[in-house]
């Protein structure tokens, strides 16, 4: 079992930045492939980033590539997502995730999930 817990959300203006936290409990979780998922209203459910066990490499959909970065901190069983340039089509509630099967942008590859953060960003 792993317990995972988001923090960080908030509402931002449009360009601004925001740093979501996932703190990981339960199995090692330096054993996790750890991701980021986001949810609008109304929408399904979509990949932001991923991160291998290490955090030595990572992945990011097209539309966040370039403004947002996760890492990890094993010592801490943290996994980190900073966005910056914000928009309002960030808008969402962002899901942390873990996983053993590896990296992957398939939401069903992850077997623990959080409870989700609101992120609000106004125009």
């Known amino acids: 079992q792993v317990q995972l817990v988001e923090s960080g959300g908030g509402l931002v203006q449009a360009g601004g930045s925001l740093r979501l936290s996932c703190a990981a409990s339960?199995?090692?979780?330096?054993?996790?492939?750890m991701a980021w998922f986001r949810q609008a209203p109304g929408k399904e459910r979509e990949f932001v980033a991923t991160?291998?066990?290490?955090?030595?490499?990572?992945n990011y959909a097209d539309s966040v590539k370039g403004r947002f970065t996760i890492s990890r901190d094993n010592a801490k069983n943290t996994v980190y997502l900073q966005m910056n340039s914000l928009k309002p089509e960030d808008t969402a509630v962002y899901y942390c995730a873990a996983g053993v099967a590896g990296t992957s942008r398939i939401s069903g590859s992850y077997e623990y999930w959080g409870q989700g953060t609101q992120v609000t960003v106004s125009s």
């Open positions: 339960g199995r090692a979780f330096s054993q996790s492939f």
């Open positions: 991160i291998t066990l290490s955090g030595r490499m990572t």
